[in-house]
């Protein structure tokens, strides 16, 4: 029935760190008038299935699905790539990457990150006179002026990167799996591809490494505990705040203690998606005691499912993009398959978002920015072009269709990173390229460029099985919309003031705590 009613719907571990900028904040009042406060929360690689109001098989997510019923879902909200950081980046700038610069992941070893002459949402709001904290996973960045600190945000407590990038020795749930780090001075054993065995995950708290390898068995509640007393302090000095949370859920490794009596290849996902929607309902409980009138919370995703991780990957739910499976590979993170980037949204503000409503508005996370420095009275940075919009009137419920097109960039299955060669418009989506990232099976789908597009109505074919008869009349009407927006966002492009992320490599930039450690930890074992 769920489905159903979608194809109608789509028809320093102490906390004394914080405490230097809350001084003057203090010192100096509280601002005239009442600005919002507002609280983002990022999940990573969630399928958009995975949340229960989404008609999810299996319900693991009671507090965000109790958010929904007290606020607004959206079942049409799109991140801005289908992978980390190109994600991120655009969600703090309201810019594609073929602005912003970021058109693919930062590594371990990376120089540059979000080019500085970027303007983040939190340098936004702090020069609009909001503290602004940042908790979770940052991957825009962590060399010199990169760091979160020196990006607008007052506090910072982290992982600076994806935290399946540096060895623990509480090593989670992983496919394959990877080993702890190694405790003693010999050589590192049992390597994988695609684990990292030779220097401990970092965890931050601002410019200071406080635990290197970071315990992912206490991770959660280290976040939760961060971000309420952020919460709590801010509220206490009368400032209006900016609070953005990275989790660490769903990516792998999966960090859990407790597993139910379920079926193996789904208990240690559920398990999982449980514990991230716990931590949730604590950030949200804590803004209900604190500030709940006069805070606006955001939840959202910043890509799809990563598929090649079998049963420890999220649910696509319907959006299966069948035209794709059948020719190999996976339509999920990656890819700009509507698994790939269509993701959870939720809006809560009491008194102000509607109650229970289901918005089928066309959204992306583009919008995140400069719905947020509208609300918070501030002004939009000058002498650059932004992708999202203001989307206040379909948050309260004035307004219903939000964007007539979206660009769906390259994610690493197909084509050049960060191009635009897929386009969402209305109900319409063209594939000027396909591709499929790994699978489960270790399928990719082969790359496969289209002078003429593929064109799916999204409306009539949710799962993008059967694109349109390229000789039809609702084809031949559709083509010439598509080749004028793609055309006019590829001028606008051009005719903008863009970046370039330095993407250059130097191992001396790796972060370690205590180089005369092995896998630099801060201590001995």
């Known amino acids: 029935?769920?489905?159903?009613?979608?194809?109608?719907?789509?028809?320093?571990?102490?906390?004394?760190?914080?405490l230097y900028p809350l001084v003057d904040f203090c010192i100096s009042g509280k601002t005239?008038?009442?600005?919002?406060?507002?609280?983002?929360?990022?999940?990573?690689?969630?399928g958009w299935g995975d949340l229960g109001a989404n008609w999810a098989e299996t319900k693991d997510t009671a507090n965000l699905d109790k958010m929904a019923s007290e606020g607004m879902r959206f079942v049409d909200f799109h991140a801005a790539a289908s992978t980390c950081s190109p994600s991120r980046a655009s969600l703090l700038t309201g810019r594609l990457g073929l602005r912003n610069g970021v058109t693919h992941n930062f590594a371990v070893t990376s120089v540059?990150?979000?080019?500085?002459?970027?303007?983040?949402?939190?340098?936004?709001?702090?020069?609009?006179?909001?503290i602004t904290g940042m908790i979770g996973k940052w991957h825009l960045g962590h060399h010199g002026s990169y760091h979160p600190n020196f990006r607008g945000f007052d506090y910072y407590f982290g992982i600076p990167y994806s935290h399946d990038m540096g060895c623990t020795d509480t090593p989670g749930y992983n496919h394959?799996?990877?080993?702890?780090?190694?405790?003693?001075?010999?050589?590192?054993?049992?390597?994988?591809?695609?684990?990292?065995?030779?220097v401990a995950l970092p965890l931050y708290e601002n410019l200071h490494i406080v635990e290197q390898p970071v315990n992912l068995s206490?991770?959660?509640r280290k976040y939760a505990e961060k971000a309420t007393q952020f919460i709590q302090q801010a509220s206490t000095s009368g400032r209006p705040f900016l609070l953005y949370v990275a989790l660490a859920h769903m990516h792998v490794p999966l960090p859990v203690t407790q597993l139910p009596a379920a079926p193996w290849d789904r208990r240690?996902?559920?398990?999982g998606l449980r514990e991230m929607d716990g931590l949730v309902g604590q950030i949200k409980d804590k803004v209900d005691h604190t500030a709940k009138d006069n805070t606006f919370l955001w939840?959202?995703?910043?890509?799809?499912?990563?598929?090649?991780?079998?049963?420890?990957?999220g649910s696509v739910g319907a959006f299966t993009g069948v035209w794709q499976a059948r020719?190999?590979?996976s339509p999920a993170k990656q890819t700009t398959w509507e698994g790939g980037h269509r993701v959870p949204a939720l809006a809560y503000w009491p008194g102000r978002v509607p109650v229970n409503v289901t918005s089928t508005a066309l959204l992306s996370v583009l919008d995140i920015f400069p719905t947020v420095v509208a609300l918070a009275q501030a002004s939009l940075p000058q002498g650059r072009r932004f992708d999202g919009v203001d989307v206040s009137e379909v948050l309260f419920g004035q307004s219903q269709p939000g964007h007539r097109v979206l660009f769906h960039p390259n994610s690493g299955a197909a084509g050049e990173f960060g191009a635009l060669q897929t386009v969402r418009l209305e109900r319409y989506k063209a594939f000027y390229v396909t591709g499929g990232a790994r699978a489960c099976d270790g399928s990719i789908g082969p790359e496969l460029q289209h002078k003429l597009p593929l064109i799916f109505n999204l409306e009539d074919d949710i799962a993008e099985a059967v694109p349109l008869e390229r000789g039809g009349a609702e084809y031949q009407a559709v083509l010439p919309k598509v080749r004028k927006v793609l055309a006019d966002v590829l001028q606008d492009i051009a005719n903008d003031n863009i970046s370039s992320a330095d993407y250059t490599q130097d191992p001396s930039v790796t972060p370690c705590c205590n180089p005369y450690q092995v896998a630099c930890r801060c201590q001995a074992p």
């Open 1 to 18: 029935m769920g489905w159903l009613f979608l194809k109608v719907l789509l028809a320093g571990v102490s906390f004394s760190g914080f």
């Open 32 to 46: 005239r008038g009442r600005k919002p406060n507002f609280v983002i929360i990022l999940a990573d690689d969630m």
């Open 112 to 130: 540059g990150g979000l080019p500085l002459n970027e303007t983040t949402l939190a340098e936004v709001l702090q020069q609009a006179g909001y």
């Open 176 to 198: 394959p799996p990877c080993p702890a780090c190694p405790q003693g001075d010999g050589p590192s054993s049992n390597l994988q591809r695609d684990c990292y065995t030779d």
């Open 218 to 220: 206490s991770l959660a």
């Open 268 to 271: 240690l996902y559920g398990a």
């Open 299 to 313: 939840f959202t995703g910043d890509n799809g499912p990563w598929a090649e991780k079998c049963e420890l990957a």
């Open 327 to 329: 020719r190999g590979g």
